[in-house]
């Protein structure tokens, strides 16, 4: 008792003969083919790619552009009375603030355990 119609028997016999696999692959380059034309296509009406000369410079200095130098310093924790705690928007926006004058020696260096970086060959212990 064979429940397949027709069509379907010989949709079957083609795909098993190999040749919708065939007509698959021939649609998959089609497509592929079309995808690279309309790349193509959108590449041509971008704007060129301007010239050395065109390029723009970096200014006379030896800072970049934008870079700032400044000291910085712990702000100054504000201090409740005791009574009523500190609410978020009472505090300062950053932890630290502009200091005219630079640190000293003894701030800037760590005075704490060398430890060496990951693979330096070190111990690690401060040796």
């Given amino acids: 008792m064979n ?5 379907q028997t010989l949709a079957a ?16 380059v089609a497509v592929l083919i079309a995808a690279v034309w ?3 296509r959108v590449r041509d009406r971008e704007s060129r790619t301007p010239k050395p000369d065109e390029q ?7 800072r970049l552009p934008g870079e700032m130098s ?3 310093r712990p702000a100054e924790m504000p201090q409740s009375d005791g009574e009523h705690r500190l609410m978020p928007y009472q505090l300062k926006e950053s932890g630290t603030e502009t200091s005219p004058d630079p640190p000293s020696e003894e701030k800037r260096k760590w005075g704490g355990i060398s430890s060496g970086g990951f693979g330096s060959g070190g111990t690690g212990h401060g040796d």
Avoid: C, K, M
């Fill in 70 to 72: 400044e000291y910085r």
């Fill in 38 to 40: 309309l790349g193509f």
């Fill in 13 to 28: 016999g083609v795909w098993q003969s190999g040749l919708g696999q065939v007509i698959g692959g021939l649609v998959l």
């Fill in 3 to 7: 429940t397949l119609s027709t069509a």
């Fill in 56 to 62: 723009p410079h970096r200014p006379e200095t030896d």
